[in-house]
């Protein structure tokens, strides 16, 4: 919650302010990324004194934490996210309502000034998500882990498998195989085939 008394009641007026606050539960994208709970929020606003209510401007500043979606290590990031939100006087919105009856749709996304103090929470919240990736890598070029073991590939640039050994084996085996399965095939649907006309 953020105190507007200090700034007054007076459109045009301007507060600046420095904070850090305590990263509220829930703040990024669940299971992928986001600013442990209780971790440092730095924040700078600037509140502006308008008519219907005070205009916040501000930026965020956190560290948050999540998990390379290539490589699974554990993934740290700075974010820094902007955001603008308008608190409006309660009974500033009671005005724009009796001069605007049927404008329900704009109602419902105004955020409302209680007692002089406003909640940052969604705001940020909302702020975060948008700044956050959706599909953190620990770096850009993560080549991820190894289809075949599970080895992370960066740990071990040189990392490979007999790859074409175990191929050629596999191919020849598969070769064999086909040869095989050709013969057994052939008279098997003859056989088949044999079978359903008989039916
Ligand atoms: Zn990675
Ligand atoms: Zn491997």
Redesign the pocket.
């Known amino acids: 919650m953020f105190d507007t008394h200090e700034l007054g009641r007076r459109p045009g007026a301007l507060q600046r302010l420095s904070r850090s606050v305590p990263a509220p539960v829930d703040l990024g994208v669940e299971g992928v990324i986001g600013v442990p709970e209780g971790a440092p929020v730095e924040l700078e606003l600037r509140l502006e004194s308008v008519m219907e209510g005070v205009l916040v401007t501000g930026t965020a500043r956190a560290s948050a934490e999540g998990e390379c979606v290539r490589c699974l290590e554990p993934v740290r990031l700075d974010v820094a996210a902007e955001f603008q939100e308008m608190f409006t006087y309660p009974d500033a919105d009671d005005r724009d309502r009796s001069a605007e009856p049927g404008d329900d749709a704009e109602g419902e996304d105004v955020l409302f000034l209680k007692d002089g103090l406003f909640d940052l929470e969604p705001v940020l919240r909302d702020a975060v998500v948008l700044a956050l990736p959706m599909q953190p890598v620990c770096r850009e070029q993560c080549a991820g882990l ?1 289809a ?2 599970g ?1 992370r590939l960066d740990d071990d640039p040189d ?1 490979h ?1 007999d790859a074409v050994d175990i191929r050629w084996a596999a191919l020849q085996g598969l070769v064999e195989t086909v040869k095989d399965g050709e013969k057994d095939n052939m008279s098997g649907a003859e056989a088949g085939v044999d079978e359903k006309q008989e039916k």
Do not use: L, V, Y
């Open positions: 190894c075949e073991c080895i990392h498998h």
